[in-house]
């Protein structure tokens, strides 16, 4: 996940800063804590949304994580502490192999489980094997897939030291059994931009594009991308964010500056942190300068702004954070239609906090939440997730079609909204169901782990 590259106002800094100075020498006398948790629990009880709910008098614990985690609000679902002391030796499928996946039960064979795999990185290690999304395996390193050995599945794909998938096949609407493929990890890179596509239907265009990452790195790309769907002459977009983490807030504020008819200083986002940091409000311009990316300046925007009346995008319970901050954020500006599933709900931003003292004392990095987001209409607190208007359950037709297919239920959805498909009879549940019989989502867990806006103090 990238970091989201805020530059704090310099009054706002002092005035933490200062706070910081005069809450820690008051709190020392109330604890005994030392070292890197007397510094772990000082830096909460400033920067912290929840700092009034931290208890007074922590425990003392050898282990700085486990006492990091001892202070979290029940709320909270995605403040953590990186500690390279401590070697992480577990990842993701998608870090190690390019690929996400997800465990379904028939309905006719409980406690059995199929694996399908549901995104495939181009020219990742999973895609240079022949993965596709929509592929089925049945075992993991020829351990058959089973409701009991989740977990053990699971750390599997997660350890990096390879996997062999035993793949199958449906014939008849049976799986048959196939080739096993064995994937090793190679580095490689994704590009946030997967496909983009046009449909056309008796002169009624529509243009997709699958998005998997808000990375600054890359914002030309999509811009570009997006402005030759312009050149296409689309009247109707749609923006598959399903599985896509989150990732930088000024990539989200420019993706929303061409999406809309928006000025420079018009709000994108408003940013409310606890009583000490209060509440702060940044404008499309400002939050494209809270970082170095290109472009920086809102009118070169206007080079690929579309001309639309409404965007329609296409969820999942994977979609986190700056995607979910696109939706949110977009909104008082242009009509959002949201298909899919609802939203993982990470509706905060957190910072980075190192020990800056010399010699430094302390050897990690907190990242703990430290505002609420809302949009420009003061809208906000999705922790539940963000609703979508048509509920779809993409698993609803398996196996899953190729990004772009106009037979994917949710793109499908939308393109008969747009007018760019002829409006279907409603999708029938197959025997596999995200309400019950979906048991494991790599895409869901990676992104709760990984889905941080963060803001650079």
């Known amino acids: 996940m990238k970091q989201i590259q805020n530059r704090v106002s310099g009054i706002f800094l002092v005035l933490l800063a200062f706070s910081m100075a005069l809450g820690c020498k008051k709190e020392r006398q109330s604890d005994s804590l030392k070292g890197s948790n007397r510094w ?51 990842y993701s499928s998608f ?16 406690g059995e489980l199929t694996g399908t795999i549901t995104l495939v990185v181009p020219d990742g290690p999973a895609d240079r094997k022949g993965l596709a999304r929509g592929d089925v395996f049945t075992a993991v390193n020829g351990i058959p897939l089973k409701q009991a050995n989740i977990d053990q599945i699971a750390k599997i794909l997660r350890l990096g030291s390879g996997v062999q998938l035993s793949m199958a096949h449906f014939v ?38 699958f998005y998997n990452q808000f990375s600054g790195s890359y914002d030309y790309q999509v811009l570009e991308s997006l402005s030759r769907l312009r050149n296409e002459g689309i009247t109707e977009l749609v923006i598959d964010l399903r599985y896509n983490p989150g990732g ?7 993706i929303a500056g061409i999406l809309s008819n928006t000025t420079a200083d018009q709000t994108f986002v408003i940013y409310q942190g606890n009583n000490m940091a209060g509440r702060r409000t940044s404008s499309f311009q400002k939050t494209m300068r809270e970082n170095a990316f290109e472009p920086q300046l809102f009118s070169e ?34 009509r959002v239609i949201q ?60 196996p899953l079609k190729a990004f772009g297919d106009p037979n994917d239920p949710l793109l499908k959805k939308a393109l008969e909204i747009s007018g760019s498909q002829p409006t279907s009879k409603a999708l029938l549940k ?28």
Do not use: C
């Open 95 to 110: 870090a190690w192999y390019g690929f996400e996946y997800a465990l379904l039960e028939p309905e006719n064979h409980p």
């Open 430 to 457: 197959s025997r596999y169901t995200t309400s019950g019989n979906l048991k494991y989502h790599s895409s869901i867990v990676r992104n709760r782990e990984h889905a941080v806006l963060e803001i650079s103090k």
């Open 301 to 334: 925007l206007l080079n690929y702004r579309l001309s639309l009346n409404r965007v329609m995008i296409l969820t999942s319970g994977s979609t986190a954070s700056a995607a979910e901050l696109l939706i949110n954020n977009l909104r008082p500006y242009t």
């Open 248 to 254: 930088d807030v000024s990539t989200s504020a420019k």
């Open 172 to 209: 008849a609407g049976v799986l048959v059994p196939g080739e096993r493929i064995d994937v090793q990890y190679m580095r490689h890179n994704e590009l946030p931009v997967y496909l983009t596509k046009v449909f056309d239907v008796n002169g009624k265009k529509t243009g997709y594009i």
């Open 40 to 90: 772990i629990l000082d830096s909460m009880r400033v920067y912290y949304y929840w700092k009034d709910q931290l208890p007074s008098n922590p425990p003392d614990q050898a282990n700085a994580s486990s006492f990091f985690k001892s202070l979290l609000y029940s709320a909270d679902r995605f403040s953590f502490l990186d500690n390279p002391d401590e070697e992480r030796k577990e």
């Open 339 to 398: 298909i899919g599933s609802k939203t993982m709900g990470k509706d905060m931003a957190s910072f980075a906090i190192a020990d800056l003292r010399s010699p430094k004392l302390v050897n990690m990095v907190l990242h703990p939440l430290i505002f609420k987001l809302f949009n420009a209409q003061n809208t906000g607190n999705y922790e539940a997730g963000l609703k979508p208007d048509y509920e779809v359950d993409e698993f609803s037709d398996l």
